[in-house]
């Protein structure tokens, strides 16, 4: 039996930068019984972690109280969801309560696998190993980065899906200006890792980011990923269908490889014959296509987009619109386009602003600055400067 059972009008799964801005949109049209669940105490502005290993931001400012964003009026119920029945239109909470809906809203976000390389965990709790993709790890990164006076370092991202998978390499720019500025990069053997077969998959991206690498002199592994740490011996394996290679390193820097929570992959939400496990929905209106009061957004969602922060300004306002409209007995009209942004820090004040549809051709936001992408310093000042402040102020609070 469970603890309690509760019912609300719509329900929130996951009060990440998604849930939360959906929420705020939903009571801004006047959606009156809403509930949102998440188990954390904090929420984190995420792009700013890689400032934060790149050396130019404080970990402090990525981070505030959820009790703190969570919009007026909203029902937040801390616990995590361990299952849902999209039939019986209900949910089960780790705490053993149970939460009926009439509509759910799912957006937990992505899975962190820390797990699936082999001695990647043992090598997180040594001194030589960190992360921009966690709060603690990013700040230990910033450290260890500024630190380095020669040797080998070491970046990777992995396979498969990802969060904003390009934010890997934004420490490592970062951290290769800063030792070019203090006269030690000639020092340091610089190992980038990543899956593709291009630096980032998209032409005009690619020749800016790989300008910046032969600048800075980096290593470039494509078609590659990390399959082994050994920390004792401060040793890595990576490799792809061309061959395995070890490298020894004196500071690695991962991005962990990730996937749709194991309890949606579970679930009827997901696609049967789709292997990643993320939540199936109409990748224009963002409603189930096989449970009509199911809806997606965010990292948790397969759309057709890459995973970003960007993409869930307009997912947002789209589902608002389409949950509105059929709480008020219309058909849902609103479409998401599949736009993409990942604004790559190159350099400790310059951006190569990666705008992208979801067929992965330029899609800039002001259509008539058609070299948007390339690097620019005013593109720094709004990744760093301004946009962490639209996040908090009108981004959470359903304004824009
Ligand atoms: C290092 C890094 C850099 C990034 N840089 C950029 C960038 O520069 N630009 C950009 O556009 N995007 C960037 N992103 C991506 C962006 O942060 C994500 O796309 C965005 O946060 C996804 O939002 P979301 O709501 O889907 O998930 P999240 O923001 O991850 O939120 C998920 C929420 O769900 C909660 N949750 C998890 N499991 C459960 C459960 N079982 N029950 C209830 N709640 C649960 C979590 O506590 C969390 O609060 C970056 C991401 C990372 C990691």
Not at 63 to 91: C, E, F, H, M, N
Not at 107 to 116: E, F, L, S, T, V
Request: hydrophobic share 40%.
């Amino acid at each position: 039996m469970p603890e309690t059972s509760r019912h609300h009008q719509v329900v929130v799964i996951g009060g990440g930068n998604g849930g939360i801005s959906v929420a705020a949109r939903l009571r801004r049209e006047g959606v009156a019984d809403l509930a949102l669940i998440d188990p954390n105490d904090d929420h984190f502005y995420k792009p700013l972690f890689s400032h934060v290993a790149g050396g130019t931001a404080r970990a402090s400012i990525t981070v505030r109280p959820q009790r703190d964003v969570i919009p007026k009026g909203v029902r937040w119920i801390q616990d995590a969801v361990t299952s849902i029945d999209p039939d019986a239109r209900a949910l089960t909470l780790q705490g053993g309560d149970r939460v009926t809906y009439d509509h759910v809203i799912v957006c937990p976000g992505i899975q962190q696998d820390w797990d699936r390389v082999p001695g990647l965990v043992d090598a997180l709790a040594t001194p030589s190993v960190a992360s921009n993709y966690r709060f603690d790890l990013a700040a230990k990164a910033s450290l260890l980065l500024r630190d380095v006076k020669g040797g080998t370092v070491v970046f990777t991202q992995p396979p498969g899906d990802a969060s904003c998978a390009g934010a890997a390499q934004k420490p490592m720019y970062q951290a290769c200006d800063y030792w070019r500025a203090i006269g030690v990069l000639d020092r340091i053997r610089v190992v980038m890792v990543v899956p593709t077969s291009t630096v980032f998959g998209i032409p005009a991206i690619d020749q800016e980011l790989e300008r910046k690498i032969a600048e800075y002199g980096i290593e470039l592994h494509t078609r590659s990923e990390l399959l082994d740490v050994d920390a004792a011996a401060g040793v890595v394996v990576i490799g792809g269908p061309g061959g395995a290679e070890r490298i020894s390193y004196d500071v690695l820097h991962v991005e962990p490889p990730q996937s749709a929570p194991d309890w949606l992959a579970e679930s009827t939400l997901a696609d049967a014959a789709d292997e990643g496990g993320f939540v199936e929905v109409d990748t224009a209106t963002l409603r189930h296509p096989r449970y009509p009061n199911v809806w997606a957004l965010g990292d948790a969602a397969a759309t057709s987009n890459s995973k970003c922060g960007g993409a869930l300004r307009k997912q947002t306002y789209v589902l608002a619109k389409n949950l509105v409209a059929v709480l008020g007995g219309k058909a849902p009209t609103s479409r998401y386009d599949g736009y993409g942004v990942c604004p790559m820090t190159v350099s400790r004040s310059t951006v190569v602003w990666a705008e992208f549809d979801a067929e992965g051709e330029l899609d800039p936001t002001i259509p008539f600055w058609k070299t948007m992408y390339r690097e620019s310093r005013l593109s720094w000042i709004f990744d760093r400067r301004v946009l962490p402040w639209v996040y908090w102020n009108l981004i959470l609070t359903g304004r824009v």
